[in-house]
């Protein structure tokens, strides 16, 4: 092994009490503030959350730090101390004193820490090796290299054993995975088309000692979410990646490769089950997970004990679900990180750290309901995160000694790690309390939009044996294509919650081709297109500038709301009218941006709250007319240009 001698790197104190106060401010905090976090420091900052009557304490200084995964240890096994990463290094964290400081520099990834000493795993980015940092001395050690491409997440109960996932690209079977450019989400579609391509996949461990690497798993399955359970020194959960609804996703196997097993199978009386985002109980026999029977419509934080085969479910509404949950049932808590109205759920108020305590309202299974025991959750908001952008997510933790849950947010700006004060130390100024799941209130439904497509003219008469292609935005796959019948309407199709662009081409040139982006759910039921029809006086009119020419200059939109409020992290698509040339751009806080106009004019789609606002941009409206009826409106290229969105 070869060693690595450890640098200590003190932080220089920034003058930031004033741009705090700037963000602090907006978010209508009580804020104090402790200097800044050096060696010898007290909390950065801390103030009371007025809506929910929580303190928050900032943990970290450095914009861009994060806590580890929702799943992973990141706590001392004493509780005392935790680790976290940024961009130029491990920090170490007292939970006493909230002081911190630098354990390992440079461009690394922490992993885990061990259960019984005082040892954070971390990888480095520029090689395949493994390290492990002492907190208590900050000596740094080398222990071994992992196979390439390959990926640590876990360490097991004795601390003898770490174990990851990788895909063979040696395999002959195997593809790189290629996502075609111009579509929404390219993390999402390259996840789709890694899922379709079936990689040949290793499930591995690494001997600590030895640095030995065991293959325990070879499949043609994506391997992902690889956590040993913190009791059982052999025992590891581990998931199918892809898709929730097209996977059996939570599985368990013995490091030896026997008792290979699922734990939760789909029910095939179903449609649109999923299961995920799994962690472990403390107890180390039981794995939570977030459960949705169906899809979108009923959500449980569902518990399975790999012991007893006993399960159960606890049950809560849209507004109460987490993207992620953690917490053990002995303790009586468990936490969640809320979500967006873009999420599973699509929440309406579900921007919370929450706090969820389980109670059970009946003591036999159900064999209807999948032999679970039935219970419902109770909800209590911890922290507003109104501002929190949910691309990055929270990944809540939830301290050993059960005093704070620990996230990151960018509710600042920055990206920062945070403490909240399980107990609450005022009254809030919101009406948001505790809140139970009512069971009486659930009805069974369905989270897949069965939608019909009709499609009209300028006048609306509908038009017969238009030819309707949808394609899915999120991944870039095409969903299908569809013909209208006598009355302008589609068969009905089954659409997922998802943004959907739809093309129309009517028959014997009745009408231009027409081009649409829309989101097909939560809003189920006929969706009217509007064809325009065909103009060879607008089709001129967008061919005035070429695509080269506009491309060449920027230009600034502000997006505000009918109250002229900034509307900050807004999705949109700037795009030719045939949509060859197209570009997708978010507003910053401010709720501004420059973008590139692909064509004079170009077409802007915004999408808010699951509603989309179509407007053209041009030099000259005058020339930019459209008899295209979904438009709002023309908007005049200025500097900057301002665009109001109508009132609900």
Known sequence: MSRILASSVGFKRRAIGLVYCVFACTLGH???????????????????????????????????????YFNTTAFTPDGRKMVYGTENGIYVLDMSTFKSHLLASGAVRAIVMAHRSPIVYYMKHSDQAVYMANINTGELMQIGTIP???????????????????VDTSDPSYTEPKVSSG???????????????????????????????????????????????????????????????????????????SSNRTIHKRSLEMAKETAGHEFWDAD????????????????????????TGERQRYQMDRDQWSIHFNGDLESGLFAGDGASAFMAASAANGQWIELYRPHMIGTK??????????????????VDLSKHDYNVEPNIQISPDHKYVVFTSNMLGPTYV???????????KSTTTKHTFDPSTWTVGTNTALTTIQVVDQSNSPIANALVIVKSLDTGAQVGQYLTGQDGTTQQISLDKDLHRFTIACPNNA??????????????????????????????????????????????????????NPLPQIQF?????????????????????????PSDPSVVTFFVNWKHYVYKMASSCSTATSDDSDVISCIQIGSPTLVTLPAQ
Not at 418 to 428: D, N, S
């Open 365 to 382: 299974s159900s064999k209807s309901k999948g032999g679970f025991k039935e219970g419902v959750l109770e909800s209590e908001p911890l």
């Open 148 to 166: 390439a491409k390959a990926s640590i997440n876990t360490i097991n109960a004795d601390d003898t054993l770490l174990a990851g996932a990788y």
């Open 511 to 564: 009408c231009s081709t027409t081009i649409r982006e829309m989101f097909t759910s939560p809003f189920p039921g006929n969706i009217v297109l509007h064809a325009k029809t065909s103009s060879a006086e607008t089709a001129a009119a967008v061919t005035a500038e070429t695509a080269e020419e506009a491309s060449s200059k920027k230009t600034t939109i502000v997006l505000q709301d009918a109250n002229h």
């Open 30 to 68: 009580t804020l104090t503030t402790s200097g800044s976090q050096t060696s010898n420091s007290a909390p950065l900052h801390s103030w009371i959350d007025q809506a929910t009557g929580h303190r928050i304490i900032q943990l970290s200084e450095r914009p861009g730090s994060r806590g580890l």
């Open 573 to 597: 698509l700037v795009r030719t009218e045939d949509a060859a040339n197209e570009s997708w751009y978010k507003t910053s806080l401010n709720g501004s941006i420059a973008v590139k106009l």
């Open 183 to 257: 579509i929404k989400n390219s993390k999402k579609a390259l996840e789709r088309v890694r899922f379709d391509s079936h990689p040949p996949t290793i499930l591995f461990t690494y001997n600590i000692q030895s640095a030995a690497v065991t293959t325990i798993l070879h499949t043609n399955n994506w391997l992902n979410h690889v956590v040993f359970s913190p009791t059982d020194p052999s025992l590891l959960m581990y998931c199918h990646e892809g898709p929730w609804n097209e996977v059996d996703r939570i599985w368990t196997i013995r490091t030896d490769g």
């Open 418 to 428: 945070f403490a909240v004060e399980i107990a609450q130390t005022a009254q809030p």
């Open 284 to 307: 180390g026999k039981t794995i939570w997970y977030d459960l949705q029977a169906p899809k979108g419509q009923a959500f449980y934080l569902a518990g399975y004990n790999t012991a």
